[in-house]
């Protein structure tokens, strides 16, 4: 059972472009929805995240943008480096910012070219 | 280390054969989550632990999985009569604040464990 869905699965940059990463979920008790970002070899690292009650949130060159009635959230790198090149997950969970159990998607593997 | 520690980091084991995976977490840290993490997908939950106490165990795949985390620090997960389905990368994660009741919802991921079962 898949609760978050992600895509694309593969993203391809050019540096100073724009990445967007999607994602959809199905549960809407769902009211907390960070981004993870993982270099290879490494654990997933917290990114960015997001509460319903806002529709979008930007620190730095990254922006979530959240779609509480279409049940979507999205990711995105403005001026894209090459350095942010790794796999963006997304992910949700229920009862206001607790990690007790977070819904990963299945990962977007992002190539910045230089 | 300040970060959160696995080992082994690699475990290449029969079939049928018992594994044990450690986590020393952050120190201070009072929440502590196991995920499972195929190649190629999203951590997958398995259990947590609020300070020594298994808060939530729904994720553990059948009875051949079990964790413990006695002393509300190091925890280890075992997994008993080994499968070739059992060979994943196992991520141990840490949170400063317990895993109800709100806060920052950061998750600290170790570098994992990663399991091959022949």
């Known amino acids: 059972q898949q609760q978050v869905k992600q895509s694309p699965q593969s993203l391809i940059v050019q540096k100073g472009g724009i990445s967007i990463i999607n994602c959809a979920y199905e549960n809407t008790a769902f009211d907390y929805f960070p981004w993870y970002q993982q270099f290879p070899g490494k654990g997933p690292a917290l990114l960015i995240a997001?509460?319903?009650?806002?529709s979008e949130k930007k620190e730095g060159r990254f922006t979530i943008s959240f779609n509480k009635s279409a049940k979507q959230f999205s990711l995105h790198i403005m001026d894209s480096q090459p350095g942010d090149s790794a796999t963006y997950f997304c992910?949700?969970?229920?009862?206001?910012?607790?990690?007790?159990?977070?819904?990963f998607g299945t990962g977007t593997l992002l190539a910045v070219q230089p | 280390g300040a970060g959160v520690s696995q080992s082994p980091r690699y475990k290449v084991t029969k079939r049928g054969q018992d594994v044990a995976l450690r986590c020393d977490p952050i120190?201070?840290?009072?929440?502590l989550y196991w995920y499972r993490q195929a190649l190629g997908q999203g951590p997958e939950f398995l259990t947590y632990f609020n300070y020594e106490a298994q808060q939530d165990k729904s994720g553990l795949p059948n009875d051949r999985f079990s964790a413990e985390r006695p002393e509300g620090s190091i925890s280890t997960l075992t997994i008993q009569r080994t499968e070739q389905r059992d060979s994943a990368m196992y991520r141990c994660?840490?949170?400063?604040?317990?895993?109800?009741?709100?806060?920052?919802?950061?998750?600290?991921f170790g570098e994992g464990s990663r399991l091959t079962v022949l």
């Open positions: 994660a840490s949170s400063p604040r317990p895993g109800q009741g709100g806060g920052t919802g950061e998750l600290f």
């Open positions: 992910a949700a969970s229920k009862g206001g910012g607790a990690t007790n159990k977070l819904i």
């Open positions: 120190s201070g840290h009072v929440s």
């Open positions: 997001i509460r319903p009650d806002v």
